[in-house]
Nanobody
């Protein structure tokens, strides 16, 4: 069991920045991926970025060059630095933890709202 708690969401204007944090607790085992997904009103949840315990990253094309994902394995935390935010980035951002090749071992946080006004 893994518990994930997100923080850092808020309301910002286009062009501004936010930093999201996610803290994991419980039975943390490797290898694993931690990452961020988002869901806008009326849309499906989509990948934003993931990072493995070894540092390999994966980004959605829409955020490449603007967002940076990082993690601190000692703290079991993952972060998302979001720069040059756009209204299209608005949504609920969810922290995710998963074990590769073990589809059943996937956990989600409650989500944190990010709203970007134009």
């Amino acid at each position: 069991q893994v518990r994930l708690v997100e923080s850092g969401g808020g309301l910002v204007q286009a062009g501004e920045s936010l930093r999201l944090s996610c803290s994991a607790s419980g039975f943390i085992r490797s290898p694993n991926y931690m990452g961020w997904y988002r869901q806008a009103p009326g849309k499906l949840r989509e990948l934003v970025a993931t990072i493995s315990n070894s540092g390999a990253t994966n980004y959605a094309n829409s955020v490449k060059g603007r967002f940076t994902i990082s993690r601190d394995n000692a703290k079991n935390a993952v972060y998302l630095e979001m720069n040059s935010l756009k209204p299209e980035d608005t949504g609920v951002y969810y922290c995710n933890f998963r074990r590769p090749l073990l589809a059943a071992l996937e956990y989600w946080g409650q989500g944190t709202q990010v709203t970007v006004s134009s």
